[in-house]
């Protein structure tokens, strides 16, 4: 918001005040100057104001600030006496307010005889100093009050507004009847809703309250008469009425903030005096004032403010005194409660729309006292409880991705509908859809984060980076049972050579890397090692994809190479991806009982299967399983072969089987035993032979 | 006649700690080949060695004793030549390997080294910023990031139609209701704050990081999805000056012993007083670079009281009770710390910039 110093100095009464130090308080005190523009009284700064200080967006309010922040005199010159003549106001137009519960005050004068021209060089100068073209005199003027004490003005040409039944001009404030129509200034066409504040004449929409005038009733060059407007508006029905009509002006932007109800009359009699000085013509005698019933009247709200909790709160002391003298210059009301030690009663000013309890009171004498007077202490110390167990998990997991050569990705959490779609099967729930989206590529949710990996994976192939390891842990949605489910998972995408080295052929990714990431998952975290179990999904590889189970039949998500239409799409080649539940991976429990490594070694024995392709290797290890001893400790694969010596349709798996006994060593005899059990187990599978067995 | 006996066997003894010693030397690198052959000649030469003396006395020996005497000098003989030959054949086979060369590499060609796995930058500068906070007995928690309305705003003194609205423009939730019970993605992660004091009592201290979403158009200063992590703390007596104390800690732990920090007022809806947290700037001592602008100061957060309304909100009595709030975003320190031009860069995920080592 621009802000020009001279105009700020014209409230400050004493000499010129430094631009450079100026800047800084006021800075300091809250209203942060961005940026600055020309030098010495021409200075012309960028200020923040923030959104609860309405008061602070006009040069009088701003420059209450400055004197405090300046330890100087504030003083306001006031509207001046405006010489009145001829028939009262009030005989000339008539304002109604309908509805009273968004606009608590409709306030109004009449000029007559005014010839259009320029406003006078001084105000065009201050207009154009912060970036406002001049237009026309009576335009000028209401901006110059706005810019000068934030009351925005409208003025209208008086004979532009139909008359009522009693022959006056009339002003209805009312709601918009469905499908009534009015062009504004910028001349755009608008429809209205009944849940838009106007401006009306008797017959028509003349204006969006509080937001911009109608272009029909707007002052031209052959306006003679003029009625203007001075209003104070509901806040919300404001930012609805601007909202919905997708505008924003200078207006809307301090009426949606909160403006001061007691300043309507102030603002007119300023605007009229510009108006008389530059136009000639003659102000009609009297205001239009009219209250709203409904609106509750203005009363200046009282607070209390205890010395001891100010002190409690901030940790510091401040002196009553000094509490006093700070909130006098900002100007609040402030007095010793009679009889009671420590409390001031302080009425406060009704520009300061946002101080409402004694807290806002605190932040007003320290942000004068200064935030560098506070201390530096520290909070008692207590015993703090424990962390989220999620949270916990999470960075548990992409350290255990990271220890088995997986780089962490983060990605945007929305995609775009067609990327999402195809995993909607195996995602938390129906697509959850964005209503006011960044564009269709930000459209949706993800149900995976392997949309955002895939993504990844495309930017580093296009860059020639094609051997790729990513992970990322974050959320997915989906809509269940009407509400929207966030589930936490580490997707992964595997492509290209998992690893190469000049001393041996390089090997692709394949499906088994993604199981591995899932099984070496699931044992960095102390889990139960997971289980594979065949799944069609319409995105996988037809027979190269698989659901993750973990202990006790739990789904824990899905692995697999990526169907190839899709790959094609995202510029891959056989990509392997995965999605590990978090939630379904079993949590070791705080205390566990380590069994003990054995002191006897063991031993292993080999058994060379020949079978059926269709017979799956868990069926193998089961079977073997099935008829070992409590000293069977695992079934592996070595070595699995076909091609020539093998008939087609077969596949020779070599595997090994584990015996130990933590109590004693055990005989050859019995090791062979096991062995001969387990072969004959697997001689009884359909079509099956083992290798030195008959 | 018992004093050559005794010559003998201490002979014997010495020949044998020799050899020791020799093969103790050798566990450490083969002896070369002058060691072993002035070995060969002090153990077994055909003069001045142990063994030729063995033999002379030997020689001088009554008759009745020498077959038991030569039985003893015949063993210590074979066992050293035993002991002397292992220690050349470790010998021959070391020169062996030497002279061969047939199993040498070049040892400048590439390692095979695993493939290295790395956590994203914005997962360290996280960890980092939580690492700060636990030190001070912050616990971390967590909630989702599709909220409520009244979650996201209306609880954190966000009235419905306010303009304070305006600076976080949202994102909402197709079909996801009306009014306070309206779904949208999160802006900030404080409705975290109010899930934790409905659930809690005081003394509260919790840390709440995560994603939050915020329409802004993509470039390089913005992003629609970004990370925050914002803190509370609410006890009887909590201060403006704890406030003030625990943010300048966390600045000395996290950006060095000299790093200070400043309050400028400023609002925001939740907190009372408000304030924008300025941490003094470390990469020029204050002297002004690029980083800071020139002004020696990088702002880093905001902050402030908890507002009463807010207490009272999440059920907290706002008489008895006090309470601070913080709340960084992680990708605009993480663009601090590393000297990063574009935020953008975070979220492309190029391996060859994940591939840096982002120290921790």
Known sequence: MKMSLSWLASYLPGPAPDPAKTAERLTSVGFIVEGQEGEGPATVYDVEVTANRPDGMNHRGLAREAAVALGREFRDPGAGAVAESGRPAAELAAVF???????????????????????????????ESIGSNPISAPVDATNHVLWDIGQPLHAFDLDKLATGKDGRPTIVVRLARPGEKLVTLDEVERTLTEDQLVIADAEKPVALAGVMGGLHSAISDSTTRILLE?????????????????????????????????????????AARMIVADCGGALRPGVIDVISVVARPFAAATLSLRIARLNRLLGMEVAPERCLSILKALGFAPERKSGVIGVIEVTVPSWRIDVESEIDLVEEIIRCVGYDQLPETMPRVFVPGESAASSILEDQVRDQLVALGLTEAQNYSFVSRDENAPFVPAGPGEPVEIENPLGEPFSTLRATPVVGLLRSAQHNVRRSRVDLGLFEVARSFGWKEGKVAERRSAAFLLAGKRQSHWSEAARQADFFDGTGVVAGLFAGLGAPAPRFKAVSFPFLAEGRSARIMAAGGVLAGWVGVLAAPLAEGWDLVDPVVGDVDLNAIPKPAAVTTVEIPSRFPGSAVDLTVTHRKEIPWRLLEETVRRTG??????????????????????????????????????????????????????LALPETRVDGIE | MAEIREAIEVAVKALSGKLEIAEAKAKAA????????????????????????????????????????????????????RRISALEGQMARYEAERAEGARAVDVTLPPRTPVVGRLHPLTVVRRRIEASFRSLGYEVAD????????????????????????????????????????????????????????????????????????????????????????????DEGITFADLRGTLAAFARTFFGDRAKVRFGPTFFPFVEPGVDVAVSCVLCNQKGCRVCSGSGWIEIMGAGMVHPKVLANGGIDSERYTGFAFGMGVDRIALLLHGLPDLRLLLENDVRFLDRVWSS
């Open chain 1, 230 to 270: 001075s209003a104070h508006f509901h806040p919300g029905a404001v930012r609805r009425t601007a909202k919905a009509n997708g505008m924003h002006t200078d207006a809307s932007h301090r009426f949606e903030r909160g403006t001061d109800p007691l300043t309507t009359l102030d603002g007119l009699d300023r």
């Open chain 1, 629 to 682: 001893p409590v000293e069977l400790l695992a079934v592996d694969a070595n070595n699995r072969y076909a091609g020539p010596g093998v008939a087609p349709g077969f596949v020779k798996t070599n595997l090994s089987v584990r015996f130990g006994s933590p109590e004693r060593s055990l005989s050859r005899e019995e090791v062979n035993g096991w062995r001969d059990a387990a072969a004959r187990a697997l």
């Open chain 2, 30 to 81: 083969p002896l070369s080949r002058g060691e072993l052959n002035e070995l060969k000649v002090i153990c077994i030469g055909q003069n001045q060695s142990h063994l030729s003396f063995m033999l002379q006395q030997l020689r001088i020996a009554s008759k009745s004793e020498k077959p038991a005497l030569g039985a003893l000098i015949n063993e210590a003989k074979k066992s050293a030549e």
């Open chain 1, 97 to 127: 307010i309908e509805a009273g519960d968004l606009c608590t005050r409709y306030s109004a004068r009449v000029i007559e005889g005014i010839r259009m021209g320029p406003a006078c060089a001084a105000v065009r100068a201050r207009l």
């Open chain 2, 143 to 234: 909630g989702p990031e599709v909220e409520s309305d009244w979650y996201n705003f209306e609880s954190l003194n966000f009235p419905p139609d306010h303009p304070a609205r305006d600076a976080v423009d949202t994102f909402f939730v197709k079909g996801g209701g009306t009014g306070r019970d309206r779904l949208l993605l999160r802006t900030h992660t404080s409705p975290v704050q109010m899930r934790t004091m409905l659930s809690k009592k005081p003394p509260i201290r919790t840390l709440c990081p995560g994603r939050v979403f915020r329409k802004d158009d993509i470039d390089p200063r913005h992003l629609p999805v970004f990370n925050q992590v914002e803190g509370l703390a609410v």
